[in-house]
């Protein structure tokens, strides 16, 4: 009997590798690691030391030096390389969808979204729709240092982070009013309204609700996309300490008052001492609704390399939203690291630990939306 359990389980693991398929390759700037490999063979297979470690989405290797530089040459906490990495792309305004002067909504203004997680703790902070102030990750470890909330918007953030010594600044630049004004001048196209009048894919707003006569699928829009390059950053120090954090200016041309993924607990980051840490970037809007970066550490807990977890959580998504844009990346408490991604070409991120001895760029191509 018992062994007949065994050559069940053993027919049933040989039908799931054979199934999986090729989704997902790793490249680096200079090589690739391995060629079509399956999922769960895709892991950073070094046997170097892995801590401290930092991964953070895209290719923002200055962030991604920053936090590593307070890691390993500094010795601080993962908290501060976290705040200080994400910290670097707000000054730098990375991609224009970091930091002020970008990602204008439809009046004209940026705002700011920025969350840290703290491993050891499990304490939070995070700020959404925060106008004129600067330093949103820094505001969003103050909330979580500072107060017994989890979560500060619009107004009440931009006067907390005042109280707390941050200046009050105009986030708006020239190139952001011009973003804006020749977004008017296209008839606010592209934007994020639908089942309005008049008809949001030829005219501005103001906008009234019409009922609904049928069904409307997402994404069925053919306005050019623009992603959401929000810096999304898994730290651990030399203590084995963990943390994560995200920050960005949002959608572009978003509606005034909409907050995206990034800020929410377990959507834009998330980390769990015991396991590791993820951080997601895409489409806010969806990824929010399925918690990915929590979906993939659970998945990690559950046994599967970051990799492998992070393209269960988007497929999750894809199920209900196959033409949506995203990608997570995952990092276990022992430094081990990888990513997934959908909708995009091609989806990079930057990492650096002992073995890889400065930040190095790694690329996965996506899953494709037909």
């Not at 951080?279 to 998945?299: K, N």
Request: charged share 20%; hydrophobic share 35%; with cysteine.
């Amino acid at each position: 009997m018992l062994l007949g359990v065994i050559i069940g389980l053993a027919a049933f693991f040989l039908q799931f590798n054979s199934s999986s398929g090729v989704q997902f390759v790793i490249k680096t700037m200079n090589d690739e690691i391995g060629k079509e490999v399956p999922l769960w063979e895709q892991q950073w297979s070094s046997t170097k030391s892995m801590l401290p470690a930092v991964i953070n989405t895209w290719a923002f290797t200055n962030a991604t030096n920053r936090a590593w530089e307070v890691l390993y040459k500094n010795g601080k906490s993962a908290l501060d390389a976290v705040e200080q990495g994400c910290s670097v792309c707000e000054n730098e305004q990375c991609d224009g969808t970091v930091g002020f002067g970008g990602s204008p909504d439809e009046n004209g203004e940026t705002t700011l979204d920025a969350m840290i997680m703290d491993g050891p703790t499990h304490s939070c902070g995070a700020v959404a729709s925060m106008k004129n102030i600067k330093s949103a990750i820094s505001v969003a470890r103050k909330v979580m240092e500072h107060t017994d909330h989890t979560l500060l918007v619009g107004e009440g953030a931009t006067q907390f982070a005042v109280e707390m010594g941050f200046p009050y600044e105009n986030l708006t630049t020239n190139e952001s009013s011009e973003i804006w004004q020749e977004w008017k001048n296209r008839n606010c196209q592209p934007n994020f309204w639908m089942n309005v009048l008049p008809i949001p894919e030829r005219s501005c707003g103001p906008y009234t609700p019409y009922e609904v006569q049928k069904e409307t699928e997402f994404g069925t829009k053919d306005e050019p996309k623009k992603s959401h390059d929000t810096i999304g950053m898994v730290a651990i120090d030399v203590d084995g300490k963990m943390a994560s954090g995200t920050s960005t200016n949002g959608a572009r041309h978003k509606i005034p008052g909409r907050v995206g993924d990034a800020p929410i607990i377990g959507s834009g980051s998330y980390v769990d001492q015991e396991i590791g840490g993820a951080a997601a970037t895409g489409d806010g809007d969806v990824l929010m609704r399925f918690l990915p970066s929590f979906a993939t550490v659970e998945h990690m807990r559950s046994g599967m390399t970051p990799s492998t977890a992070a393209a269960y959580s988007l497929k999750r998504i894809a199920n209900y939203y196959p033409r949506f844009e995203g990608a997570v990346v995952a990092m276990r408490k022992n430094g081990e690291f990888g990513a997934a991604c959908h909708g995009f070409k091609n989806f990079t991120y930057a990492v650096s630990n002992p073995d890889l001895e400065q930040p190095r760029v790694f690329f996965v191509d996506c899953v494709l939306t037909e």
